[in-house]
């Protein structure tokens, strides 16, 4: 919209009106805008778990083999004087050779010890070649498949060779002998660890690797070629799985300085406390350090093993950094294989990084293999030395004073620096390096409470970061401290393992085994705990008894049920729905659990949720209900009637606002389908029956014959398959004829059922097949038949629900199927689709075993369907109560087809896998409902995957997965909506100014006062007839709808936008819209006159239409009984309106109000009430009788009043006071006009009047606390249309005379249009509707001519 340039700057409207109107843009709830409505009701894809280890391994024997020939030096090795003589801190010169001998052995094993006691240690001293083959092959027996270690020191002998060999004695010393490592690998086999202490024991590793591959090629050429006189031989064992850990690099030789022991490879990787202290008292740094001595350091006080001691403090930290730096160093896979796997391999590994950062100092490069990133630099060893600095420094005093120790400030800096890392991070950046420590941290009370807290934070951060702390090893930490009794941890411990269990649910069973199950049934009845973590508790143990029969019975035995059952009124909305999915899913195929919820009548406390006021709980309640009826154990008729309550209990849910709910109902009736499949064939039986004899006139027929055909002859309209496929067809023209519908339900000669139209199903509102080409799948009921079915089985029984007999129960749920069929969400439609073709698959099936076996496909296997992963199942008959002459009696008359077992021998019927159709191997082969094609052949190889059947374990619609994400994803974030930085938030602030200035700017316009509105500024042909236009209240687009679609322009550019299917059954038709959320993030509401209420986001953009939700409306407006005008005074009405649409029949259709500031929908057309709807609880909040006989025909609310005005077929306009109770809020009722009101408008201010205009063209004016009328002003006979201004003061008739009147408050024409602007002056069609902008001076006009055309006021005042 052009402005002048000084009607932008005027200050006229001061800048705190902006604000102002801002603010109330703010306050403005959104509908239609929770997660439920903007993404898929699906779990989220399960991350491969990576951290369980599938291999611990233990290394349980080692040898010790040590050739230091004790006085006499190797000739190779030239020794420095003084030279450094300690082997395992023991000098070999202060006593005889062969006790020197003895001692170090002794020694070494000691050392060893510390880190793995329960090894079996074998000494080999100055050993000949026998004595080693002995010694290992007798370890590699012991050992079985476990590891062993093999230390070799080789001071005492010449280098290793560049043959790959090391040396070892003869019998009497004279000789060095050569010991292949070839051989020593056949020895000690494999899983092994090699330690090399030698000088040049890089040459050991890198021959050792060319063995190992040798030995890989021998193994492949034995495999290829069985005659090869390799695979005559002895199979060498492979050595893929060995560690080596070796002193210095090929060309190296090890240090000799005096003041270091001669095994310093070996005292770094059995001693590493001892030689890092040693090691930081001989750096130039240790001067800082008074008074700290070689000596003193002997003296340290404490125990490795004991944290609270100065030594045993020190281990703790050393053991924190060198794990930390392994896990930020190392690829995940190696830490994962050499710091988690086994004890002593981590334990000698996290040493070697020690070693490595002392000998390099001595030039010495150690190497390992596999080989490890280079650690020496990395800053954690600062904070080792840190750390060493503050306990040596207060050594002097602690020795000669006695002073206390003062514990290391370590770990607290660490979780600071974590804290640091949690509070300052960005999303996308490095995982913090302290997360080994705060592992660590967990060990210690003293930090603990910190630790699980910042750890707790940290998981919040998504399912990556569970991923990430399970890999570090957190599992069987937090696993132990559910055996504290402390209660301040828990809150945390709930907290983390809640998030734990929602990335990876498989840790169900460690729980049950460490009966960590009974932590959180304490936390779940303590009522002292706030509802969130009770929450999480629930949580944790609805994932603890899914599919898990252990962990069902575990939580049965502690009491669950009842806990729940507790707290099913709780009034936090999350805890009450994962109260009744716990439930659900504890009695899931678990008969005594579901025996217990009898004994509380269970199934009773859970009917308060089908009413609760949000979607998900309801939708929690019925999912417990179905898996309570769901149960497959014998049947009584105390069980029976418990599921006969339960079904027509659920049945009420059959119009709830929320398809979540609605889908969920129909899997709940599914279950009861499944186990009373015999009495739903004998009722399908009779309704294929029925719809058969009966022919059901099209509901356009009743008004005139002719005009259209029966509803069994014409082709089907698709409903919305795939929205995403309206980028090719947004016409729906082409969509009407891609198939023809189902003439009836009939088998061909063959006897295999007649390919069904699959056009009229929908896979989903937002699935990306294409519209359903006629070979997609097959049906037995189409959507077609199940729409007569549901017409002919008298629709208005289904209000009377409740109190039937028992006997009909059968029929009553089957009709309730079919009403879902039919439901305006496609999703629900599906899987009602899916059951009810199951059952009459079957029943048609079985009423014609004979002419079955005709058909020559017996053996063809058909796809798979993708519901029935592999759960093949054999049963001989139906359900448990099965008839003898339903399926039964297939199995003895029925001739067995060739290499079949025979079916007595099938396991007995198990419908907790889903109830196959009897005998599936007979069927014909079809093509099934959402087949991908064939999946891989179930375990079962002769099973095919024939009709398998529709319902099956598979038939469930995510929703607890889906619920279960919530743990998943961050809780402590702030939204991103209230994130002042968020994209999503200034997108926001700049439409809520585009709003402001709209208003401002169409304020000062329509103040100036508008004399003429003719100016033609859009005119374009729309692809139908135009039924209803609406424009947008602040953007440039109008939507369109005709009778079955919406096309949307740019009224600014004059160009098309869109134009998709909005997927309504071929008898109905679009009579009502409206922009939901327009302030905002808009959606378009649709109105169909079957009721129906559709509900689209993403149109008029780059991306595809797609519904949000649909529900039912109203539920008695089945076009059929739409009501025809009374009396012959509406004559003109019924002229008019069979003028516009011959479908109309007189009838309103739905007309509809809407409430941004409350979020409540009003409802009426055809029917005797007005309906309101609360969007946020998605539920039916009031029913408002109107008292009248005829139809409402428009509906205006007032929130600041609760007023709501609504004109009626008979003339007669009615105001309701929605405050009061059902029988007094009709506090007005005008009876002035003669004949059908077109426009009842009540004005939102405050002593706003109600304008009200009839076909006869007489306008009213009522002040509503006055009885009679204030004005009355008359216009054009004929209208068929008619708008009112709210801003301007102007309304605009529209005439089936071909013309539109434009009034102003007076009465006055201002505007008289008749002739299109260009087009040769081409004169208007008959007006079909007409609409006004809600702030704007425009005038939308849509004509049967299918042109669609803007007025607005002159040019010069824009």
């Known amino acids: ?54 291999d611990r391994m233990k290394t349980v024997s080692v040898a010790l083999v040590l050739c230091l020939n004790v006085g006499v030096d190797p000739p190779d090795v030239v020794k ?40 079996r240690y074998k000494q080999s001293l100055d050993p000949t070649v026998d004595e080693v083959k002995k010694l290992c092959t007798s370890l590699r027996r012991n050992a079985k498949e476990e590891r062993v270690l093999f230390h070799y020191n080789g001071h005492g002998v010449p280098r290793p060779t560049v043959n790959g060999e090391i040396w070892v004695f003869n019998k009497n010393y004279t000789q060095y002998i050569p010991l292949s490592i070839y051989d020593l690998q056949t020895w000690m086999g494999s899983p092994s660890i090699f330690v090399y202490d030698c000088s040049n024991a890089g040459i050991i590793v890198k021959s050792f690797k060319q063995f190992a591959l040798q030995r890989e090629q021998e193994l492949e050429v034995a495999a ?107 690829p995940r896979d190696l830490f994962q294989k050499l710091f988690r796997q086994d004890l002593l391999v981590a334990s000698l590994f996290r040493n070697f990084l020690l070693a490595e950062r002392i000998m390099r100092s001595y030039n010495c490069t150690p190497v390992s293999s596999p080989r490890l990133p280079p650690t020496y630099m990395h800053a954690m060893w600062q904070a080792w030395d840190l750390a060493v600095d503050i306990c040596l420094s207060q050594l002097p005093t602690i020795i000669e004073e006695g002073t ?148 069902q019975e575990a939580c049965l035995q502690g009491n669950l049920i009842a806990n729940c059952l507790e707290q099913l009124s709780d009034p936090h909305p999350l805890l009450r729905q994962w109260v009744a999915i716990c439930l659900g899913r504890i009695w899931q195929n678990f008969e005594p659990a579901r025996w217990c919820g009898v004994r509380d009548s269970a199934h009773e406390k859970l009917y308060t949720l089908l009413s609760d006021p949000i979607p998900e709980v309801r939708c929690a309640a019925v999912f417990a ?78 008004a005139e014959q002719g005009n259209q055909t029966p509803v069994r002859d014409s082709p089907a309209i698709p409903r919305l398959r795939s929205v995403n496929s309206y980028t090719n067809i947004r016409a729906v023209n082409t969509a009407r004829n891609l198939n023809k519908s189902l003439q009836n339900l009939n088998l061909n000669e063959e006897g295999a059922p007649a390919a069904f139209s699959p056009g009229n199903l929908s896979t989903s509102s937002s699935a990306s097949s294409t519209l359903g080409s006629p070979d997609n799948d097959e049906y037995i009921l189409s959507f077609e038949t199940i729409d007569k079915m549901r017409r002919v089985s008298s629709y208005s029984s289904l209000n009377s629900l409740i109190g039937v007999s028992f006997n009909s129960v059968y029929t009553q749920i089957w009709r309730v199927l079919l009403h879902l069929a039919a439901d305006p969400f496609p999703e629900v439609s599906d899987l009602a689709m899916k059951v009810l073709n199951s059952i009459a698959y079957k029943a048609t099936m079985n009423a014609r075993p004979q002419r079955i076996l005709d058909s020559g496909s017996l053996t063809q296997s058909a796809p798979a369907s993708p519901t029935s992963k592999g759960t093949h199942i054999h049963q001989a008959g ?49 093509r099934k409902m959402f087949d991908k094609g064939p999946e891989q052949a179930g375990e079962d190889g002769d099973e095919p995957g024939g009709h398998r059947n529709y319902i099956c374990p598979a038939l469930q619609t995510g929703l607890c997965d889906w619920s279960a994400k ?130 689209w986001k993403n149109f008029a953009d780059q991306k595809n239409p797609e519904m949000v939700t649909a529900w039912q409306g109203l539920s008695d407006m089945l076009p059929t009984t739409r009501g025809q005008p009374p009396t012959s005074a509406h004559s003109l009405a019924r002229r008019v309106s069979i003028y516009l649409d011959r479908s109309k029949q007189g009838g309103a259709g739905m007309v509809v109000d809407w409430e941004q500031e409350t979020g409540l929908l009003m409802t009426s ?56 109770s059902p029988n007094d809020c009709r506090v007005m009722t005008y009876r002035e006009h003669g004949a059908w009101v077109v426009k009842a408008h009540l004005q939102k201010e405050t002593d706003g009047h109600i304008i009200s205009v009839s076909v006869n063209g007489d306008v009213r004016f009522f002040e509503p606390r006055m009885p009679d009328s204030i004005n009355v002003l008359q216009t054009v006979k004929g209208l068929t249309a008619l708008d009112i201004h709210p801003q301007a003061n102007l309304f605009a008739c529209g005439s089936m005379n071909q013309f539109i009147a434009v009034y102003n408050a007076n009465g006055d024409v201002i505007s008289n249009i008749k002739y299109y602007d260009g087009f040769m002056g081409q004169r208007i069609g008959a007006i079909s509707c007409l609409a006004f902008h809600p702030f704007w001076p425009h005038l939308a006009v849509g004509s049967n001519d299918y042109y669609m055309s803007i007025y607005s006021a002159e040019k010069r005042l824009r």
């Open 224 to 330: 290829i070629n069985p005659s090869h006189p390799l695979a005559q031989m002895p199979l060498p064992p492979s050595m893929k799985n060995c560690i080596q850990l070796a002193a210095c690099e090929a060309s190296e030789l090890l240090p000799m300085n005096p003041d270091l022991p001669a095994d310093l490879f070996t005292s770094c990787l059995t001693t590493p406390i001892k030689i890092a202290l040693r090691w930081f008292c001989m750096q130039k740094s240790a001067k800082l350090v008074p008074g700290v001595t070689l000596d003193l350091i002997e003296k340290i006080p404490g125990r490795l093993n004991d944290r609270r001691t100065p030594l045993g403090e020190l281990n703790w930290i050393f053991t924190a950094i060198t794990d930390t730096i392994a896990w930020n160093v190392l």
């Open 1165 to 1220: 057309g055809d029917v005797r009430v007005v309906r309101i709807w609360d969007t946020d609880r998605e539920m039916k909040v009031q029913d408002i009788p109107t008292g009248a006989d005829s139809c409402v025909t428009s509906l205006s609310c007032d929130s600041q009043r609760s007023l709501i005005a609504a004109g009626l077929g008979d003339g007669s306009v009615r105001v309701f006071d929605r405050r009061m």
């Open 404 to 551: 206390a120790f003062r514990h290391s400030p370590f770990f607290a800096e660490q979780l600071t620096a974590f804290q640091v890392w949690l509070t300052m991070g960005v999303e996308n950046r490095n995982p913090p390096e302290q997360l080994p420590i705060v592992l660590q941290v967990l060990l210690s009370q003293v930090h603990r409470l910190r630790a699980l807290d910042l750890l707790g934070r940290f998981l919040d951060l998504g399912p990556w970061a569970v991923s990430l702390a399970l890999s570090v090893g957190i599992f069987p930490y937090v696993l132990k401290l559910l055996q504290s009794s402390a209660r301040e941890l828990r809150p945390l411990l709930v907290f983390i393992w809640a998030k734990i269990l929602a990335v990876d649910s498989s840790c169900q069973a460690d729980l049950v085994k460490d009966n960590g199950h009974k932590y959180f049934l304490s936390v779940l009845a303590d009522s002292y705990m706030p509802a969130e973590h009770r929450t999480m508790a629930v949580f944790i143990l609805a994932v603890i008894v899914n599919n898990y029969n252990t962990g």
């Open 1 to 54: 919209m052009k402005m002048d340039s000084d009607l932008l700057l005027s200050p006229a409207m001061g800048l705190a009106d902006e604000e102002e109107a801002d603010m109330n843009d703010w306050k403005f709830p959104l509908a239609f805008m929770k997660k439920r409505h903007l993404e898929k009701i699906e779990g989220s894809k399960a991350l491969a778990q990576s951290w369980r280890m599938k």
């Open 878 to 926: 139906g359900s448990p109560p099965m008839p003898s002459t339903s399926s039964s009696s297939l199995t003895n008359d029925v001739p067995k087809p060739a290499a079949r077992e025979p079916p007595s021998t099938r396991p007995p019927y198990t419908p907790t896998l889903g109830g196959q159709a009897p005998h599936s191997h007979q069927f014909p082969r079809t």
């Open 625 to 702: 209900l179905g898996t309570f009826v769901g149960n497959s154990a014998e049947r009584t008729d105390h069980s029976t009637t418990i599921d006969h309550n339960v079904a027509m209990m659920l049945a009420q849910l059959i119009n709830d606002g929320s398809p979540v709910v609605r889908k969920e109902l129909v899997v709940a009736l599914s279950h009861l389908v499944v186990q009373y499949e015999s009495n739903f064939c004998t009722v399908a039986l009779q309704f294929i029956e029925e719809e058969k004899n009966y022919t059901v006139q099209s509901p356009a027929n009743t």
């Open 80 to 119: 420095t004087s003084p030279c450094a003589r300690l082997e395992c801190w023991i000098d070999p010169l202060s006593m005889s050779p062969q006790k020197a001998l003895e001692t170090i052995g002794a020694n070494l094993q000691k050392q060893y010890e510390n880190w793995q006691p329960r090894a």
């Open 966 to 1095: 919530y743990f998943a994803q961050p809780v402590m974030k702030i939204p991103e909506e209230h994130d002042l930085e968020s994209q999503v938030r200034m997108e926001r602030q700049w439409r809520f100014l585009r709003n402001t200035r709209v208003r401002r700017q169409s304020r000062a316009f329509t103040q100036r006062g508008i004399s003429r509105l003719d100016d033609q500024i859009f005119i374009n042909r729309n692809p139908g007839v135009p039924s209803v236009v609406k424009f947008h209240p602040f953007n440039t687009c109008i939507a369109v709808a005709d009778k079955d679609s919406i096309c949307f322009w740019d009224w600014e550019k004059g160009e098309r936008l869109d134009y998709f299917y909005n997927g309504n059954p071929r008898y109905t038709r679009i009579t009502a819209m409206e922009y939901l959320n327009g302030h905002d993030c808009s959606l378009l509401l649709t109105a169909t006159d079957d009721g129906a209420l559709r509900i």
